[in-house]
């Protein structure tokens, strides 16, 4: 077989190369691992190879239990009603809302050390079962493009990361599909964790704006949710602007 016409291809040599390039970086964690140990996140094992957690941990991060909302994940008494009090008495703009698990218990503590310790591995780590999570549900084919719950320059200055974008990068990467910013924070807001629900609502009342995009279907990344104000903010204004669906993605509930 040839490529040009003239040249043939030598696909051994090239599958060499390969097996050459993976045993070297094989061989370079290995030794990476040997001087610098590397621990659990969660348990603080110490590990033979560069893993972020465990396997013993990972395999008991917690689900969620019981009845939940088809739409937003939030318990339900009835085994037999779909929708929460919330989702089916209210017009909200949220389409459907993914988490990993419960934010109390090791979720969160993964998530702290993310956002607030500046643990990147520890994110990318999260962004992959956040992309994992999504191709054992068979979600991928419908969303077009990925987006984030966006920050202010001041807060991104001061944090020196959006955890949100980090998280959407990943999957990106891991689904294959594009990453378009699609929102900015246009103003400073109240910390959501020290709010009420109604008050989380006025907080942050039009401090989204919709940057140029041509999407249909919109899969959102966020780290945390809660009352779900900021997603259903940003679905709102996402779909003011032409998008038919948004279906949010979080590693944790609180």
């Given at each position: 077989?040839?490529?040009?016409?003239?040249?043939?291809?030598?696909?051994?040599?090239?599958?060499?190369?390969?097996?050459?390039?993976?045993?070297?970086?094989?061989?370079?964690?290995?030794?990476?691992?040997?001087?610098?140990?590397?621990?659990?996140?969660?348990?603080?094992?110490?590990?033979?190879?560069?893993?972020?957690?465990?396997?013993?941990?990972?395999?008991?991060?917690?689900?969620?239990?019981?009845?939940?909302?088809?739409?937003?994940?939030a318990p339900v008494d009835d085994s037999s009603i779909d929708l929460c009090l919330r989702c089916g008495t209210q017009l909200l703009?949220?389409?459907?809302?993914?988490?990993?698990?419960?934010?109390?218990?090791?979720?969160?503590?993964?998530?702290?050390?993310?956002?607030?310790?500046?643990?990147?591995?520890?994110?990318?780590?999260?962004?992959?079962?956040?992309?994992?999570?999504?191709?054992?549900?068979?979600?991928?084919?419908?969303?077009?493009?990925?987006?984030?719950?966006?920050?202010?320059?001041?807060?991104?200055?001061?944090?020196?990361?959006?955890?949100?974008?980090?998280?959407?990068?990943?999957?990106?990467?891991?689904?294959?599909?594009?990453?378009?910013?699609?929102?900015?924070?246009?103003?400073?807001?109240?910390?959501?964790?020290?709010?009420?629900?109604?008050?989380?609502?006025?907080?942050?009342?039009?401090?989204?704006?919709?940057?140029?995009?041509?999407?249909?279907?919109?899969?959102?990344?966020?780290?945390?949710?809660?009352?779900?104000?900021?997603?259903?903010?940003?679905?709102?204004?996402?779909?003011?602007?032409?998008?038919?669906?948004?279906?949010?993605?979080?590693?944790?509930?609180?």
């Amino acid at each position: 077989m040839t490529t040009s016409g003239a040249t043939p291809t030598n696909c051994f040599a090239w599958r060499c190369s390969c097996n050459v390039l993976k045993m070297g970086r094989q061989l370079l964690e290995s030794l990476a691992a040997a001087l610098f140990p590397p621990r659990c996140a969660l348990c603080l094992r110490e590990l033979p190879t560069l893993e972020i957690v465990c396997s013993d941990c990972a395999s008991f991060l917690p689900s969620f239990e019981g009845s939940r909302c088809q739409r937003c994940g939030a318990p339900v008494d009835d085994s037999s009603i779909d929708l929460c009090l919330r989702c089916g008495t209210q017009l909200l703009a949220m389409d459907r809302v993914f988490s990993l698990g419960p934010y109390q218990g090791d979720w969160g503590r993964l998530v702290r050390s993310f956002k607030f310790e500046r643990e990147m591995v520890i994110g990318r780590w999260l962004g992959e079962r956040m992309a994992t999570a999504l191709l054992v549900r068979n979600a991928v084919r419908e969303f077009s493009a990925i987006t984030f719950v966006p920050m202010t320059r001041r807060d991104r200055r001061k944090r020196g990361f959006n955890q949100a974008e980090v998280l959407a990068r990943v999957i990106a990467k891991r689904l294959d599909l594009p990453l378009i910013r699609m929102l900015d924070k246009t103003r400073e807001t109240s910390l959501q964790s020290g709010l009420s629900s109604a008050e989380r609502k006025t907080n942050l009342r039009d401090v989204f704006r919709l940057l140029p995009c041509r999407q249909e279907h919109v899969l959102l990344v966020d780290d945390i949710y809660t009352t779900g104000s900021t997603v259903e903010e940003c679905a709102r204004t996402l779909k003011r602007g032409g998008v038919q669906s948004v279906v949010a993605m979080t590693v944790a509930r609180a």
